[in-house]
């Protein structure tokens, strides 16, 4: 390693197999969901479910080979298949410490309307329809009529529209058996070939057209799925190698979370001295016990698994309100989604996380001066943290244009860094 880090555009299983053991102090990485996200390659399925945790196993166990004992990892996982992460993890060796729930409040639903669906159930041969439709329009202008005449004609109400579609107009239709009778008698015969076409249309039971028009409205407002507000940071552990965590952190440094610097820090909750806290807390808390017992931490509220993604000011205008047992006062972790100078003009990476985010839950896990591990390293975003924190950083990412965005970050926050300490 150099200096500082070490990244590499290749495969995880080979480049780990050049570490020794126990070599890392913490690993922090975003692997795939293996939901075929985009249909890219790197998001795949692998076909199954047991196929997909078979594969990454195989990376995790060369993740936890080169783990030092007692060393902790976040691991991010998508919450509806999170279980595949999790088993996968475990079926690596790790034991699964916690969850931590990242909510957040800017995801896209992916949800798609169920009444759509029913409408494009059925597959529609546009090509021969604007054929149909070509002839009757055709038709229509020799004799200089007008929709409203075809529809008079046959006694539909805005129908003719339809039947005179031009591509690429989804509307296009060919009338119904009955209403094509009646139209002949006015455009008159049509050639053999659009016979044949209106023919086989009807005799495939066109009218069930109707019937999924009608089952579409059913289901009006029904969808598949709900909107993405969470995503899981899975925080795992190698076992420990020693008899106790303080012979194991004697011997390798690792086996503890650093819960005082990851503590939640609030004004209202954790005043200038913990005689203003303890006065706060005599109207809260219910046993005069508890006030005499109630000793609040000057440096904030310890932390917990749940973070949310939105400053403490927006939630409590716009969302708050909505919820009456959640009080402000009760302080939580806050991280506003990547802005797009934080990720980088040139950063086309679908998935970056927060770096705000990915410094709290590295500080939580990494002993000083420590080397963080990203087998999953994607546009960089844990190297960026480990640089500027301080640390020291392995990366690997297999995609070369993803690696080459990585590679373009770590180098920036490795000069932004020398800057800051010449400057100290």
């Known amino acids: 390693m150099n200096n500082r880090y070490n990244i590499y555009n290749n495969d995880s299983m080979e480049i780990l197999s050049n570490f020794n053991e126990n070599y890392f102090d913490s690993i922090i990485t975003d692997p795939p969901a293996g939901i075929d996200y985009l249909k890219q390659d790197w998001d795949s399925s692998l076909s199954s479910p047991n196929k997909w945790i078979t594969h990454h196993q195989k990376i995790f166990e060369k993740c936890f080979r080169v783990l030092k004992p007692g060393a902790f990892g976040f691991v991010w996982a998508l919450p509806r298949v999170s279980h595949r992460t999790a088993t996968t993890l475990e079926n690596s060796g790790f034991k699964i410490k916690d969850i931590i729930t990242h909510v957040y409040a800017t995801g896209f639903p992916k949800s798609q309307y169920v009444s759509d669906l029913i409408l494009k159930s059925k597959k529609i041969d546009y090509e021969s329809i604007y054929k149909v439709t070509a002839w009757i329009r055709k038709q229509k202008l020799e004799k200089k009529l007008s929709n409203q005449d ?12 339809h039947w005179v579609s031009e591509p690429p107009n989804p509307q296009a239709q060919i009338p119904s058996i009955n209403k094509w009778k009646k139209l002949l008698l006015l455009l008159g015969t049509p050639p053999e070939g659009i016979c044949k076409i209106v023919s086989d249309y009807h005799s495939n039971n066109i009218e069930a057209s109707d019937k999924l028009k009608n089952l579409a409205t059913k289901w009006q407002g029904w969808g598949t799925s709900l909107k993405p507000a969470s995503e899981h940071w899975i925080l795992i552990q190698k076992p420990l190698a020693k008899n106790n965590i303080g012979s194991n952190l004697n011997h390798f440094q690792t086996g503890a979370l650093n819960i005082d610097s990851a503590r939640i820090a609030s004004d209202d909750l954790v005043a200038k001295n913990k005689q203003a806290s303890l006065k706060f807390y005599q109207t809260k808390l219910k046993s005069p016990k508890d006030v ?3 000793q609040p931490h000057e440096d904030g509220r310890f932390p917990t698994n749940f973070l949310i993604s939105r400053s403490s000011e927006l939630v409590k205008h716009k969302y708050l309100k909505y919820f009456k047992n959640f009080e402000l006062e009760k302080p939580y972790f806050y991280s506003a989604k990547p802005s797009k100078k934080e990720k980088g003009d040139f950063n086309t990476h679908p998935t970056v996380k927060p770096l705000k985010l ?15 591990l990203d087998p999953f390293m994607g546009s960089g975003t844990t190297g960026v943290s480990a640089i500027l924190n301080g640390y020291k950083f392995v990366g690997i990412e297999k995609d070369p244009k993803y690696f080459s965005i990585a590679k373009k970050r770590i180098k920036g926050s490795m000069k932004k860094w020398s800057k800051e300490k010449r400057s100290a």
Do not use: R
């Open 150 to 161: 075809l529809d008079n004609f046959v006694g539909s109400s805005g129908a003719a529209l």
């Open 292 to 294: 005499k017992n109630y």
């Open 358 to 372: 990915i410094n709290y839950l590295t500080e939580l896990i990494t002993p000083a001066h420590g080397i963080i």
